[in-house]
């Protein structure tokens, strides 16, 4: 269920990184402009061919998530009962929605804040460093540059699977697994979000501009927050949502960091009561599952409208400048 | 918040230590088998304190909920630590990790083994569990008990009966089977009237193998101290894999793991006509299978040989107190409060599975009606099972492993064309192999 709706998140994400960087170069932009416009000599009339492949890759996309919605308006009973794709007889999201944030002494509710917690703290103190990072290696000269180079293109490569044993072992040894830092410290490091930092500054802040403020006698903590971090905001808005959603869908980390259900994020809450069905005497509550499943990526939808008119402006910015 | 609960429980430890001289709590030395006692469970409870619960059994929460009622002083966090395996891994990691380990954690009877023989949880016998005896069903207690210790408190019990659905029965002409062999014969009269439906499911569950070849006689599994004997060779084991065989042979059980989603759906929509399983399936049926209702009843298990009421156990766990518990006394208390008397009497009437004597045979109990099952009275059939459960059955010190594998091993049969025996023998195998590597000595 989870993977389902961690794959429409990572659908719709997608555009995102190649937006601010590509089109501020300038390359690409022949081949969009023309498809804006309908009827004109160069793209006569849509094609048909690709109207379907794209309307069943739309489908595709967009049929969990109605599944989702669907299937938590009904309760445990509907769920087996009735067909997946259109609604039971019975109409009970309200009153799902208050058992899932019940149940359990309202353990739900604790998930969340906790998800948050780690979103707050992981995804944002990710993104700081990141513009912090991407800015000091796009925009100073030192030794040793190419060296960080080789070694954040090289991190980027690493899947984070693949680290989180070896992490475990760490922590283990500084005993700090079953913590909220173990799944704290590992989400602060995203290569990718350095690379796309320091590639966007690299574009985005003039040379020019940060010579004509030295020279009028602003200090480099001045230069930074009052010229170069405005211009950087669709790049930092475009990191803050990756680790954002990197960090929502997080999983694995959580998994083998954290075993006192306190310290859950959501993932791994929701598994859990998944679990629950698989034993004698265990609860099945499907019912609660697929509702929290909604929950859970309510607030990343919110967020995702609510952010995405920078990174649009930001798009629309970089592409007029040049 | 989390700073002060360890300090609480801090300030709780050192009293109940300042006042429980006996020393059985609070030194890592070996309780003795006279250390505790009732007395010091009494002044326990007085003093009050905070235990931390790991369970995942639903009815405990009105028990914990009574218990805090009845003992105000007693903090009790009910906490869910995972399901079955899951919460085994995580106690081993806390009892290996020397923190964090609950003060009573949810042990099913097959596992309890490994936490015995590591010396992993406390030997109750001596806190007042030896008294109870006579209150518990044979087949729960002497999964208990080792010798004359007792490391752990039976919390339900899981007689086996053949579950139906009656709707499905009725709309084939289809009698409900009384032998293993007329469950055959069933079995294919039923896939052949509709192909979609399935007389049962089974990709390979060690628990249902173990179970059934218990039922037919089977001991596969003997355990001395380090003396463990294995061997799936023995008239019992035969009787079950000769019969299962042809269910295989012929495709006539679903290819649906229990506990699985589509499982569930199986048994909503019919296509899974029959369960043999333990009776704390009710539960599970009202709460996962809500549709259902109605269509489904209860008989005794099919027999081996025509005429007998052979039975056997089929899941079923204990609450057992880990040695590293900060608050033994306390947590023996609670242990005791929800397996015996009013607590086991509160679980039952929530829907567990009693193993107390005295709540199986209550007339209350007996003649509860089943609306999901039609009305039917089934804990009579239940209690039935329960009585003639087959004796001198025994899992193994390390049967957690042991299930793990046995997709690797008796899973093939399920998949392809090997013959459930020879699974069983290599199963056999790689139990054996692992026993003597971990150090016991076992013979085929």
Redesign the interface.
């Known amino acids: 269920m989870t993977t389902n709706l961690a794959g429409v998140d990572a659908n719709a994400a997608d555009p995102a990184p190649a937006g601010p960087t590509r089109t501020s170069r300038g390359s690409g932009r022949p081949a969009l402009r023309p498809r804006r416009r309908p009827h004109t000599p160069l793209n006569p009339r849509p094609s048909i061919p690709l109207t379907l492949v794209t309307g069943l890759v739309l489908l595709y996309t967009l049929l969990p998530l109605a599944w989702l919605v669907i299937n938590s308006t009904k309760?445990?009973?509907?769920l087996?009962?009735s067909s997946g794709l259109w609604f039971g007889e019975d109409f009970n999201l309200w009153d799902n929605i208050s058992r899932t944030l019940a149940y359990?002494d309202g353990v739900f509710v604790r998930w969340l804040l906790n998800t948050l917690m780690y979103v707050a703290a992981g995804a944002g103190g990710a993104t700081i460093l990141a513009v912090l990072g991407g800015y000091a290696l796009a925009k100073y000269q030192f030794p040793g540059r190419r060296a960080v180079f080789a070694v954040v293109i090289g991190a980027v490569a690493v899947p984070g699977t693949a680290l989180a044993v070896p992490t475990f072992l760490m922590f283990s040894s500084m005993g700090l697994t079953?913590t909220p830092w173990a799944v704290i410290i590992p989400s602060l490091i995203s290569p990718f979000g350095l690379y796309l930092m320091w590639v966007f500054a690299a574009e985005a802040v003039p040379a020019e501009l940060l010579e004509a403020a030295r020279v009028d006698g602003s200090g480099e903590l001045r230069t930074f927050f009052r010229i170069a971090l405005p211009l950087l905001m669709p790049g930092t808005v475009t990191v803050l949502l990756f680790s954002m959603v990197a960090t929502w869908n997080n999983y694995f980390l959580p998994l083998i960091m954290i075993?006192?259900?306190?310290w859950y994020p959501l993932t791994l809450g929701l598994s859990?009561w998944n679990?629950?069905?698989?034993?004698?005497?265990?609860?099945?509550?499907?019912d609660l599952i697929i509702t929290g499943s909604l929950l859970t990526i309510v607030p990343i939808v919110v967020i995702f409208l609510l952010l995405q008119r920078y990174w649009q402006s930001g798009l629309a910015a970089g592409s007029v400048k040049e | 918040m989390r700073t002060l609960s360890t300090r609480r429980l801090l300030a709780a430890v050192a009293a109940v230590c300042a006042i429980t001289l006996a020393a059985t709590a609070c030194g890592s030395s070996d309780p003795a088998e006279d250390g505790g006692g009732a007395k010091d469970v009494e002044s326990a409870l007085a003093k009050g304190g905070k235990i931390t619960v790991w369970a995942w059994e639903p009815t405990l929460k009105k028990v914990v909920a009574d218990f805090e009622k009845k003992y105000p002083k007693v903090d009790v966090e009910l906490v869910n630590a995972g399901t079955g395996d899951k919460q085994y891994t995580a106690l081993q990691n806390a009892i290996a990790a020397g923190s964090g380990a609950p003060d009573v954690a949810q042990v099913e009877y097959y596992a309890l083994g490994q936490f015995a023989i590591g010396k992993s949880v406390e030997d109750l016998a001596g806190y007042g569990a030896a008294g109870h005896d006579k209150k518990f069903t044979t087949g729960p207690w002497n999964a208990v008990k080792y010798d004359k210790a007792v490391y752990a408190l039976p919390m339900d019990s899981g007689p086996m009966a053949l579950f139906y659905n009656k709707k499905v029965f009725d709309k084939h002409h289809i009698e409900v089977p009384t032998t293993w062999d007329e469950y055959v014969e069933a079995a294919r009269t039923l896939h052949k009237a509709d192909p979609k439906t399935f007389i049962t499911n089974d990709t390979g569950d060690a628990g249902a193998t173990t179970s059934l070849i218990w039922q037919a006689g089977g001991r596969p599994y003997k355990a001395e101290g380090t003396d463990v004997t294995v061997d799936f060779e023995d008239a019992g084991t035969k009787a079950y894999t000769s019969t299962w065989q042809k269910l295989l042979d012929e495709d006539l059980v679903a290819p649906i793991s229990s506990w699985s989603d589509e499982w569930y759906k199986g048994l909503a929509d019919g296509s899974i006509a029959t369960l043999s399983i333990g009776a704390w399936m009710p539960a599970n049926f009202t709460s996962g299978v809500a549709s259902a209702s109605g269509d489904w009843r209860v008989a005794p298990l099919p027999q081996w040989t025509k005429g007998r009421t052979d039975s056997a156990e089929n899941g079923g766990s204990s609450l057992a107190v880990p040695k590293a518990a900060k608050n033994k006394e306390l947590a023996y208390a609670f242990a005791e409060y929800a397996t015996t008397g009013a607590g086991a009497t509160a679980r039952v009437s929530e829907g567990a599975f009693p193993a107390t004597r005295a709540d199986l045979e209550s007339k209350t109990f007996l003649e509860t009606a089943f609306p999901y099952f039609g009305g039917q009275q089934a804990n009579k059939v239940f209690a039935d099972s329960a009585r003639n459960v087959g004796s001198d059955w025994s899992y193994l010190p390390y049967q957690v492993y042991a299930n793990s594998v046995f997709n690797d091993t008796v899973g093939k049969s399920y998949v392809s064309s090997t013959p459930l025996s020879q699974g069983l023998e290599a199963w056999e195998r790689s139990s054996i192999k692992y026993g003597t590597d971990q150090g016991f000595n076992v013979n085929k």
């Not at chain 1, 309760?75 to 509907?78: A, E, P, R, S, T």
């Not at chain 1, 679990?275 to 499907?286: C, I, L, N, R, S």
């Open positions: 309760d445990q009973k509907g087996l009962g359990d079953n075993k006192d259900p306190d859990a679990a629950q069905a698989q034993t004698a005497g265990g609860e099945a509550v499907f």
